[in-house]
């Protein structure tokens, strides 16, 4: 029983069933703020493809340029060559 007194004693007092809540406090404002701040990118992002499209170009074509930007060199000339063969055995080129 004294064993139990000592480890209870050492836990801080904002555990709850081991856990530390103020920890697990700080992680969720942070997680809950960074969302927050994602949905105002997303606005934000969103708006700028609305003046893009009014300026008379393509989003959908935009958003396929970026993809492919975000892509390794190597790793996009390899889908493109699949692309490639595939449209011919499809007798598309």
Do not use: C, W
Request: aromatic content about 4%; proline content about 1%; hydrophobic content about 45%.
């Amino acid at each position: 029983m004294a064993n139990m007194a000592a480890v209870k004693a050492e836990k801080p007092s904002n555990d709850v069933g081991g856990i530390a809540a103020e920890h697990l406090r700080q992680f969720i404002a942070r997680i809950e703020k960074l969302e927050e701040e994602k949905k105002v990118i997303a606005e934000d992002i969103k708006e700028v493809y609305a003046e893009a499209k009014g300026n008379g170009f393509d989003t959908k074509i935009i958003r396929q340029i970026i993809r492919l930007r975000k892509q390794e060199e190597a790793d996009r000339q390899e889908a493109e060559a699949l692309l490639d063969l595939y449209k011919q055995a499809l007798g598309m080129i």
